[in-house]
T-cell receptor, first 112, second 117 residues
Framework: EDKVVQSPLSLVVHEGDTVTLNCSYE??????LLWYKQEKKAPTFLFML????IEKKSGRLSSILDKKELFSILNITATQTGDSAVYLC????????????FGTGTRLKVLA | AAGVIQSPRHLIKEKRETATLKCYPI?????VYWYQQGPGQDPQFLIS???????DKGSIPDRFSAQQFSDYHSELNMSSLELGDSALYFC????????????????FGNGTRLTVT
């Protein structure tokens, strides 16, 4: 059965800290790994990773995929209170219609 | 840029009533996905449509049905509502063609919050 597991489930840090969020997956016909940030409403897209070992960066956020070990990490440096959210990771499965399997998310709270 | 539009934003229904949720995908996105997200839960896949045909089915109850119309908008119909159906219902869209979808993530609407009392 396809599954995506995220860790930790929740995390509380202080502003300025660096955090690393983990996502491991077991998905048949894997195509790509996506990270989303969810505050109060819709998950907003952060990164899509398809190739192993290539880091994607956007400001203080970065992410990398390891297709051999079947995991991805999302790093956030110099955290701010605005980074407080649930971070969802999803694996996209190919063949036919793409299907997305989501992890349970990591709830990050950044304290001032 | 145009986003995925869902309506209504909020819906309050009583047990055993019916509800219809609507989703308008991003223009030129031909695939629509429906997800249900309970409090503190990850989005659970319900059903997807490609080119107006059901393409995949997840944990959608038999009391629910959905369809995609010729203009690619989709509706999720929910009957005999139960208290446990209270959740945030997301619609997401993506283009299906191999070239475009390879580099195109899933885009979510803001969701419809359904409360069943």
């Amino acid at each position: 059965e396809d599954k995506v597991v995220q860790s930790p489930l929740s995390l509380v840090v202080h502003e300025g800290d660096t955090v690393t969020l983990n996502c491991s997956y077991e998905v048949t016909n894997f195509r790509s790994l996506l990270w989303y940030k969810q505050e109060k409403k819709a998950p907003t897209f952060l990164f899509m990773l398809t190739s192993s070992g290539i880091e994607k960066k956007s400001g203080r956020l970065s992410s990398i995929l390891d297709k051999k070990e079947l995991f991805s990490i999302l790093n956030i440096t110099a955290t701010q209170t605005g980074d407080s959210a649930v971070y969802l990771c999803a694996a996209r499965r190919g063949s036919g219609t793409y299907k997305y399997i989501f992890g349970t998310g990591t709830r990050l709270k950044v304290l001032a | 840029a145009a986003g995925v539009i869902q309506s209504p934003r909020h819906l309050i229904k009583e047990k055993r009533e019916t509800a219809t949720l609507k989703c308008y995908p991003i223009p030129r996105h031909d695939t629509v996905y429906w997800y249900q997200q309970g409090p503190g839960q990850d989005p659970q896949f319900l059903i997807s449509f490609y080119e107006k045909m059901q393409s995949d089915k997840g944990s959608i109850p038999d009391r629910f049905s959905a369809q995609q119309f010729s203009d690619y908008h989709s509706e999720l119909n929910m009957s005999s509502l139960e208290l446990g159906d209270s959740a945030l219902y997301f619609c997401a869209s993506s283009p299906q063609s191999l070239l475009s979808s390879y580099n195109s993530p899933l885009h979510f609407g803001n969701g419809t919050r359904l409360t069943v009392t």
